[in-house]
């Protein structure tokens, strides 16, 4: 069936003038912010009478060749990108289809199509559904009552009123692109007279790369941070402090194996003063080098707390005290450790017998005896460390599994794994802890497993039950910003606040606490008062747990992909074939590769293998990009190396779903 709309055109061609964009990307972009409010229209029939839903946003559009045909290129991942972005990918794929060179990647499976004859001056038309997709929009030209659009939809996945719904949205998007296209491309910072265009609140990765971001562009920033050095908590009490810590348990889990490789060396002995000597240095150097960076981008760093006083004013105490005005703010004040309300841990943390993550960086020595409290990132990676470094370990977790954001047989493998290469540490989920009482050297902690009450003697006990954001102290609703869930900061996707003009990344905002999610949401942040649209998107997003072996991943295990919609398929490829980890001795573990079956995209890889933090950067590259299992299927992987298991998979899973495909869609 079909359906039909006028548009006025003439708001968004202004928009797309001014961001230096074709009127043809442009609306493939507001096609795209349409789909994201009808899905179904994104969708596909499968001869087994099942819908698929898709995600992705893969819109094929049309375009002329030299000789008179027609191909139709596909923009990928046209929901995740800026119209910059999409205008350099699309003129490439223009050059390519004129000569009829697109490769099958460069044209295979939309998920959406667009035709436009209005180019032509063609008043009305009707376009042909493709297979594989749902919905296809035909544009004619632009008349005195509008430029008519028209939808033929796939009766079986879209109904007449879907279909009228989508492209009333549709025409609502591209007659008001200021909301989502910028407008007239220019700044989103209200113009004013305030002391600094835009208030930076937070020294660390996102609130820096944010301030860097503006600055560059000729922004005028000041940011607040509430030390002497910007770094925030991966500088000083996160990444950076336990890695320099792992980097010495490493070096002395290696030396455990030195002899398989016929290596004679002595038993390894901790200097943990020169470790801790070592750790503060590289802090030290760090942030000093932060310093001098940001001053020379002309970032101007306040040393102190911030408070609102309005919605464009700020106090600030401590070192740099004043009143500050503002015409926009980005807030990035991070997440202290979460403390759960155990009796007497409180009375623990005073007499020195607890600690978090926050407060574990002043040890006189490394326990003897620890109890972990949390079994996530934070604490596997200090439970394996202190393990390392000769302690006993035991981990009370309240989940039934270990490091929860990972997926499930990565969680499952690493605790064989674990069993195996740590005698002295000990997880145990499912717990429920009681209490505590004592002091360092002498604590005992009281908790509840399946055969009842239990007790555990140590020397310290790690609190690691997360991190949660604390706002109170920022005044927020002086300044009218709303809260979310857990005290988070509600933000869009493009980190705005419910005030225009305020914006909040990284850990304050809840998600994925990392830090380089928190420096991305600082950029796209940036990107938005900048007048660019930008969004930060969770499903791409990655991360490395540091335990031996590492866990790691980066966007969506198989089941996140079926939730959202995707036909999806896995391949896993096990460390133990792989001829370079055969030769360092580090077989434990797998990489397992997500795509989607009907794009054949990535949408997610997950590790559970030694140098993981090293190998997840490639799949970092093919998520981010949409790559096709073709496309890492063909590159060319130096041998021997563990990145050779990427292409190994990619054509096994090809193999597998072109098997499937012959059979007539069964298996997979």
Sequence with gaps: FHVTVKVRPEALMRAAKARKISVTVAIAKAASEALRQHPLVNAAYQPTDRIVERSQHDIGIAATTDDGGLVVPVLRGVEQQDVEGL?????????????????????????????NMGMYGVEHFDAIVTPGTAAIIAIAANGPEGMPITITADHRVVNGAEAAAFLTQLKKVMENPES??????????????????????????????????????????????????????????????????????????????????????????????????????????????ALKTDQGMKVQVLEGFARFTGPHSVEITGKDARTLSFAACVIATGAPAFVPPIPGVQEAM????????????????????????????????????????????????????????????????????????????????????????????????????????????????????????????????????????????????????NLPHIYAVGDVIGGYMLAHTAGQQGRVAAANLLGHGA????????????????????????EQAKAAGMDAAEVKAPMSIDAKAMMTGETDGFIKMVADKASHRIVGVHFLADHADTLVGEAVMMVSAGLTLEQVATAI???PTQTELFGEMARRLLSRLRRSARAGGRGG
């Excluded at 035991?394 to 605790?415: I, N, S, T, Y």
């Excluded at 239990?454 to 020397?459: E, I, K, S, V």
């Excluded at 969004?535 to 969506?556: E, I, M, S």
Aim: aromatic share 6%; charged share 25%; hydrophobic share 40%.
């Design 535 to 558: 969004r930060y998107d969770a499903a791409r997003d990655c991360g490395v747990t540091f335990t031996r072996p590492q866990c790691a991943f980066v966007g969506l295990s198989v």
């Design 87 to 115: 205008q350099e990918q699309w003129t490439k794929l223009v050059e390519k289809a004129r000569k009829r060179r697109l490769s099958p990647d460069e044209y295979a499976h939309p998920t959406f199509t667009i035709s």
């Design 180 to 289: 989502w296209l910028g407008g007239s491309g220019a700044p989103a910072i209200p113009a004013g007279d305030y002391d600094v265009q835009v208030l930076v609140i937070g020294g660390g990765p996102g609130g820096e790369d944010c301030a860097r971001e503006l600055a560059e562009n000729g922004i005028k920033v000041a940011m607040v941070n509430n030390a002497p050095f910007p770094g925030g908590e991966c500088l000083w009490r996160g990444c950076i402090p336990s890695k320099a810590w792992r980097a010495a348990a490493d070096r002395i889990r290696d030396r455990a194996h030195d002899a398989e490789m016929g290596i004679q060396l002595g038993v390894p002995q901790l200097d943990w003063a020169q470790l801790e000597k070592h750790r503060r240095g590289i802090l030290q150097t760090r942030g000093e080098m």
């Design 350 to 497: 005073a007499a020195g017998g607890a600690v978090t993550s926050d407060t574990v960086w002043e040890l006189p020595e490394p326990p003897r005896r620890l109890c972990v409290i949390g079994a996530g990132a934070i604490g596997m990676e200090m439970a394996q460390m202190f393990h390392d470094f000769g302690a006993e370990v035991r981990v009370l977790e309240a989940l039934p599994r270990p490091v929860g954001e990972m997926e499930q047989e990565v969680a499952d493998q690493l605790m064989k794994a674990l069993t195996k290469n740590s005698p002295r540490l000990a997880v145990q989920t499912g717990v429920r802890v009681q209490s505590m009482a004592g002091q360092r050297g002498a604590m005992q902690v009281h908790y509840q497993d399946a055969g009842g009450d239990q007790h555990y003697d140590c020397d310290l006990v790690l609190v690691a039950t997360g991190k949660r954001p604390d706002t109170s102290a920022l005044h927020l609703a002086t300044a009218g910003v709303v809260l979310g869930e857990r005290g988070a900061i509600a933000v869009d996707e493009r980190c705005r606040s």
């Design 637 to 639: 992987h130096p041998h």
